[in-house]
Nanobody, 126 residues
Framework: QVQLVESGGGLVQAGGSLRLSCAAS????????MGWFRQAPGKEREFVAA????????YYGDFVKGRFTISRDNVKNTVYLQMNSLKPEDTAVYYC???????????????????WGQGTQVTGSS
């Protein structure tokens, strides 16, 4: 089992940047594929980005369009989401998620993940 804690959210002006972090407990972090999702008020949870176990494969939601980068540090047991060129429509609670999978898997559906963090609020102002 793994526990996830997100941090790094906040208020940022349009065009600004934030880096979210998700720290995982446990010794087997490198066995988990990781993902970032977001949920705005009144909307369904949306896929943002995913990364496989060793960080060699990544996958992004269509809306990202090169603005966000997911990465991981398996020594620090942390996955990151670097967000640049933020827009007001990026406002949401951002969640990280983890699942035990094969080494090359990247997962883009929320139902694929067994473990979730509590979320961190990102607010983009115009």
């Amino acid at each position: 089992q793994v526990q996830l804690v997100e941090s790094g959210g906040g208020l940022v002006q349009a065009g600004g940047s934030l880096r979210l972090s998700c720290a995982a407990s446990g010794r087997t972090f490198s066995s988990y594929a990781m993902g970032w999702f977001r949920q705005a008020p009144g909307k369904e949870r949306e896929f943002v980005a995913a990364i496989n176990r060793n960080g060699g494969r990544t996958y992004y939601g269509d809306f990202v369009k090169g603005r966000f980068t997911i990465s991981r540090d398996n020594v620090k047991n942390t996955v990151y989401l670097q967000m640049n060129s933020l827009k007001p429509e990026d406002t949401a609670v951002y969640y990280c998620a983890a699942d035990l999978v094969s080494p090359q898997s990247v997962l883009s559906h929320p139902v694929s993940y067994d473990y979730w963090g509590q979320g961190t609020q990102v607010t983009g102002s115009s």
